[in-house]
Nanobody
Framework: QVQLVESGGGLAQPGGSLKLSCTIS????????IAWFRQAPGREREGVAC????????HYKDSVKDRFTMSTPDANLTVFLQMNNLIPEDTAVYYCTITPREYYCFGDQFDRRPWDRWGQGTQVTVSS
């Protein structure tokens, strides 16, 4: 059974940084697509970044481009999301997800794919 555990959230000031972790266990497929999503109160879950095993290229949504960096998974299938220059609009619960369908990450519309594995999320609050 695949399990995802997110951590690293907390309170940050505007302009500050946080680094989130996603530890994935029980996933045995050689090919993958891994994504970060977030959900703010009263809003739908939205995509943040996505990476696939095909070419290691990461796709970012415009709202986080040039501020967030998603790492390539390490040997333990842990991925990080480095978040810099945080703004209050980044406040949300952040989730990671994984699928063996690499094509989920192809293109900028990765957040429209039917991802079906989720962790419990980690809260990020940006406030002064």
């Amino acid at each position: 059974q695949v399990q995802l555990v997110e951590s690293g959230g907390g309170l940050a000031q505007p302009g500050g940084s946080l680094k989130l972790s996603c530890t994935i266990s029980g996933f045995t497929n050689n090919y993958y697509a891994i994504a970060w999503f977030r959900q703010a109160p009263g809003r739908e879950r939205e995509g943040v970044a996505c990476i696939s095993s095909t070419n290691g290229r990461t796709h970012y949504k415009d709202s986080v481009k040039d501020r967030f960096t998603m790492s390539t998974p390490d040997a333990n299938l842990t991925v990080f999301l480095q978040m810099n220059n945080l703004i209050p609009e980044d406040t949300a619960v952040y989730y990671c997800t994984i699928t063996p369908r690499e094509y989920y990450c192809f293109g900028d519309q990765f957040d429209r794919r039917p991802w079906d594995r989720w962790g419990q999320g980690t809260q990020v609050t940006v406030s002064s």
